[in-house]
């Protein structure tokens, strides 16, 4: 087991409230599905080579909506201060998501600078992978275990690729994260089965195309969790 007795996250059990994040928004018919659907966190790509980029100004005006309803994720990947300070500056998130390969030493200068909470993402394929949380304890507020991205993709995240949830089990239960990386209706119930994560992040599997959100994806996918989480209860 990963055990991390300075890992003290505020009593983040695995039978308390689920947060679902809905990343990769782009538009008002989308970001609406989200919410209806009792998303906890909506997410914004800033990331120029993906489907889902979107304009720190667009994310702003968008943003709005989720106001008190869910926070709002600017998801980044190994970006400069320049972009950073636009991206908070117009799009006023609540969180900032660090997709690329940032060290500790910038996650903790990144937080320093916006005074705002950090998820960073790990990529992950087996439990070794699980390790590289530790430098980044007491400096990250959260993780998101993301699949590593396939050959020949230029996309850190957004693949729709699944990695062995079962790695997830030998956490200790003060981690708090997101799964993430190919979750969709149909295998979400596997995903509480083998790890039952105290978060969870979708983004291509309430796509109808990369970059498109399908507002009766969101729906299904929220129907299908609280399902899985009912069956699980009973
Ligand atoms: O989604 C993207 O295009 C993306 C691009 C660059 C960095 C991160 C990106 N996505 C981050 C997310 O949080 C996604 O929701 C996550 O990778 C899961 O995606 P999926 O496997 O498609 O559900």
């Not at 994040?21 to 989308?30: E, H, N, Q, V």
Request: charged share 25%; hydrophobic share 45%; proline share 6%.
């Amino acid at each position: 087991m990963l055990f991390l007795d300075s890992f003290a996250v505020s009593c983040q059990s695995r039978a308390m409230a689920l947060d679902i994040k809905i990343c990769g928004l782009k538009t008002d018919k989308a970001l609406a599905a989200a919410l209806a659907g009792g998303a906890s966190h909506v997410g914004f790509i800033f990331f120029a080579k993906s489907p889902r980029y979107i304009e720190p100004a667009e994310a702003g005006r968008l943003r709005e909506a989720a106001t008190g309803k869910a926070k709002t994720v600017a998801v980044t990947v190994d970006a400069g201060d320049a972009f950073l300070d636009e991206i908070v500056e117009k799009m006023q998130p609540d969180m900032l998501q660090l997709h690329g390969s940032e060290t500790p030493e910038r996650v903790a200068e990144i937080k320093a600078r916006y005074g705002l909470p950090v998820m960073k993402a790990l990529p992950v394929s087996e439990a070794a992978d699980l390790e590289r949380i530790r430098p980044f304890v007491g400096i990250a507020d959260r993780f998101l275990f993301d699949a590593k991205p396939p050959k020949g993709s230029e996309l850190p995240g957004g693949n729709g690729i699944a990695f062995d949830w079962r790695v997830l089990a030998g956490l200790d239960a003060g981690v708090d994260y997101m799964l993430s990386g190919g979750l969709n209706a149909a295998n979400i119930g596997d995903a509480f089965r083998l790890a039952n994560p105290p978060g969870l992040d979708i983004s291509s599997g309430v796509e109808s195309a990369p970059g498109v959100k399908d507002p009766a994806l969101i729906e299904q996918f929220f129907r299908a969790v609280r399902a899985a989480r009912d069956t699980r209860a009973a």
